[in-house]
């Protein structure tokens, strides 16, 4: 039997524009996104001066958090198949494409404006809804309840005719220089949200939006400081938070936001730590000549932890046949393990390196006390 459509008026949001409006918060909000700031400042300088693929690691460990905000929850073994093409995971290859999403933002963030947010858009989703991509929404889109209507939902942005105008308002606000950075960044993902100017992808895109902001602020300069893995420990404050935010109070998720840098500087920490240990184990196991291709392949996996020979052969400019010698004294120091059956096509894991990243997660999904 088919479901009765919901008929009769419904509201759309009609956000106020924010391009000029005078940020007012509590001196305790901005005494906390302050600590936070230098937090992740510190953070990015730590890990910008350590000779490890920690860049990418820590992208990865972003977009997979972001992605699972949005329960789209993959282990890390599935993820790096998907890096490589070899998993059958459509949430996998999501978080692919969400790394994507946000090395776009950080790439764009010299110029933040309406065409750089569509491309981070683009990024996320060309592959899997490329209808959805290269303009704002031209619908109505809602939040919550059925698919059916926009009745008796959780809330309903604004009407698809008010985004361009909209969008172009947030842009200018994201150009303000007087602004504290992290309050600046918090804001206007918020905005962003209550805009979605997206059919689809909306939440990705505007941490991602984050990512660029922190990047074109100079908060961060080294590094993807995984805030997403901070909110993910709690979803339901953030939620709440963007809720409040379209109240007309924007302290919420200001504190929000800088309460998951915090976690998300803790965990990161946790995480370069156990990659650390990996690589210094690897290095007291496997001994070889300075110029050896094991090196190369060894620094490889810390940020492609699953492989096959023609990977590493592509990505390392080396021989098949040296991708695979290096691969076979890998094996007999016990970094990798061979993960399929048979002699053609084979994959191999560095267990440590995906436990590691695993533990990441694990320990972003735990809530804060």
């Known amino acids: 039997m088919s479901q009765p459509l919901a008929r009769g008026d419904y509201q759309a949001a009609v956000p106020p524009f924010i391009s000029d409006i005078q940020?007012?918060?509590?001196?305790?909000?901005?005494?906390?996104?302050?600590?936070?700031?230098?937090?992740?400042?510190?953070?990015?300088?730590?890990?910008?001066?350590?000779?490890?693929?920690?860049?990418?690691?820590?992208?990865?460990?972003?977009?997979?958090?972001?992605?699972?905000?949005?329960?789209?929850?993959?282990?890390?073994?599935q993820v790096a198949l998907a890096e490589i093409g070899r998993s059958k995971s459509g949430n996998a290859k999501m978080v692919v494409a969400n790394v994507r999403a946000v090395t776009a933002a950080i790439g764009l963030s010299e110029r933040l404006d309406e065409s750089s947010i569509i491309t981070m858009h683009d990024?996320?989703?060309?592959?899997?809804?490329?209808?959805?991509?290269?303009?704002w929404r031209q619908q109505q889109v809602w939040?919550?309840?059925?698919?059916?209507?926009?009745?008796?939902?959780s809330f309903v942005p604004p009407h698809h005719s008010r985004v361009p105008e909209l969008m172009a308002d947030l842009v200018r606000f994201c150009t303000r220089t007087e602004i504290p950075v992290l309050i600046q960044a918090a804001i206007a993902h918020a905005q962003f949200e209550t805009i979605h100017p997206f059919p689809d992808g909306n939440g990705r895109?505007?941490?991602?939006?984050?990512?660029?902001?922190?990047?074109?602020?100079?908060?961060?300069?080294n590094v993807t400081v995984p805030v997403?893995?901070?909110?993910?420990?709690?979803?339901?404050?953030?939620?709440?938070?963007?809720?409040?935010?379209?109240?007309?109070?924007?302290?919420?998720?200001?504190?929000?936001?800088?309460?998951a840098s915090f976690a998300a500087v803790q965990n990161g920490r946790g995480l370069v730590r156990d990659i650390q240990s990996a690589a210094a184990r690897?290095?007291?196991?496997?001994?070889?000549?300075?110029?050896?291709?094991?090196?190369?392949?060894?620094?490889?996996?810390?940020?492609?932890?699953?492989?096959?020979?023609?990977?590493?052969?592509?990505?390392?400019?080396?021989?098949e046949v040296a991708a695979q010698n290096a691969i076979d004294r890998l094996v007999d120091a016990g970094v990798l393990s061979q993960i399929s059956a048979g002699k053609r096509n084979r994959l191999w894991q560095a267990p440590e390196i995906l436990a590691a990243l695993d533990a990441f997660g694990d320990r972003a999904r735990r809530r804060r006390h």
């Open 228 to 259: 997403s893995a901070g909110l993910l420990s709690g979803t339901k404050a953030y939620f709440e938070a963007l809720n409040e935010f379209r109240t007309g109070n924007p302290t919420a998720i200001v504190t929000v936001v800088a309460e």
């Open 123 to 135: 990024a996320l989703l060309r592959d899997v809804a490329p209808e959805f991509t290269g303009d």
């Open 205 to 221: 895109t505007g941490r991602a939006l984050i990512q660029g902001m922190l990047r074109h602020g100079g908060l961060t300069r």
């Open 282 to 319: 690897w290095d007291s196991a496997v001994m070889a000549r300075s110029d050896s291709s094991v090196h190369k392949v060894k620094s490889y996996l810390l940020r492609q932890p699953v492989v096959d020979s023609k990977t590493i052969a592509t990505e390392l400019q080396i021989s």
């Open 23 to 77: 940020v007012s918060l509590p001196s305790e909000t901005i005494a906390l996104a302050d600590d936070a700031s230098q937090e992740l400042a510190r953070f990015d300088a730590e890990v910008g001066t350590i000779a490890a693929p920690f860049a990418s690691i820590l992208l990865r460990s972003e977009s997979a958090s972001s992605s699972e905000v949005e329960n789209l929850t993959s282990d890390a073994k």
């Open 143 to 153: 939040i919550g309840g059925g698919s059916i209507s926009p009745h008796s939902v």
